[in-house]
C-alpha cells in the first residue's frame, strides 16, 4: 500500500544539533557568514555602472 509513497528519514537526537548555532541553517553561524560575505563582496567602486 505505501510501497513508493512513503521515505524514511532518520531522526535526527537534539542532543547532536543542540552544541550548534542556530540560526537558517544548523551548524552556521549567520553573523559569520554575513561577516565573511561583507569582506569578500565587491566594494562600491568595483561594482559595474547601471
Known sequence: R???RAWPSA???AHV???LP????????????????S???PQDQDLPEA
Open 39 to 41: 569582506a569578500h563582496a
Open 2 to 4: 505505501w510501497q513508493g
Open 17 to 19: 544539533l543542540s552544541p
Open 22 to 37: 542556530t540560526g537558517t541553517f544548523p551548524g552556521v553561524d549567520d553573523i559569520e557568514m554575513y561577516e565573511f560575505l
Open 11 to 13: 531522526r535526527m537526537h
